[in-house]
């Protein structure tokens, strides 16, 4: 693949509590720069950085992030707040306690409210793979489907780990096209990003991209 094939399926990422506005504008002039999918911060600078992006990349944000565990309301409003300060995309964390209670229609019901508050926006669902069983994640798999979410993402970057491939693979067999599919967290290769790509990620989650692929150009060590 080429740098800016992988460039354009990346949300380049900052979420990081202590990021200040000067570290939030430095990647939207990356983003700018290298042409990135979008750019993914937390609620608080979304404003800012529509007005500073002024329409070049779009703004992704996330809710309930990163634990997953307020209520259905709360995530609603923050969705309706970050819709109204020019957000694009959505990446939302599951109820994950819900999942492993065996509540489902409260996990669907959670997405379902999301996707009604952002629309025809995008909205991501984030799981957090690496604290379900592959049984868990193949369920999630349909019920994301089932609440007319996007994607169907794999990781904060705030848990235990990241993005396998196992679970990219695992996802594209299950989703079978009904969804797009987002690997984030641990990326941290030129490789991982095409091998993710390969198994069928539609988009990436990652701080790291562009300064891997500029290391890649020069012909750094990663």
């Known amino acids: 693949m080429t740098q800016q094939e992988i460039l354009a399926k990346v949300d380049h990422t900052l979420l990081k509590p202590e990021s200040t506005w000067a570290q939030i504008k430095q990647i939207c002039d990356d983003a700018i720069e290298y042409k990135t999918a979008s750019i993914c911060i937390n609620p608080c600078y ?110 904060t970057g705030f848990s235990t780990a990241g993005a396998t491939f196992h679970d990219i693979e695992l996802f594209n067999r299950c989703v079978a096209g009904r969804c797009k599919i987002k690997a984030a967290g641990g990326i941290k290769s030129v490789d991982d990003m095409e091998k993710f790509i390969s198994l069928g990620a539609d988009r990436l989650g990652t701080s790291s991209a562009i300064k891997l692929l500029k290391n890649q150009e020069t012909g750094g060590a990663y």
Not at 113 to 137: F, M, P, Q, R, S
């Open 46 to 155: 979304v404003k800012r950085a529509v007005e500073y992006l002024n329409g070049r990349v779009p703004v992704c944000t996330v809710i309930g992030f990163p634990l997953g565990a307020t209520p259905t309301a709360v995530k609603v409003f923050e969705a309706k707040q970050a819709l109204a300060d020019g957000a694009e995309e959505f990446d939302m964390v599951i109820n994950i306690g819900a999942l492993k209670d065996g509540d489902y229609e409260y996990v669907k019901q959670d997405i379902a409210a999301l996707k009604e508050a952002v629309g025809d926006h995008v909205l991501k669902v984030i799981i957090e793979t690496c604290l379900l069983t592959d049984e868990e994640k193949e369920k999630m798999c349909d019920i994301v489907v089932e609440a007319g979410a996007d994607f169907i993402k794999t990781s």
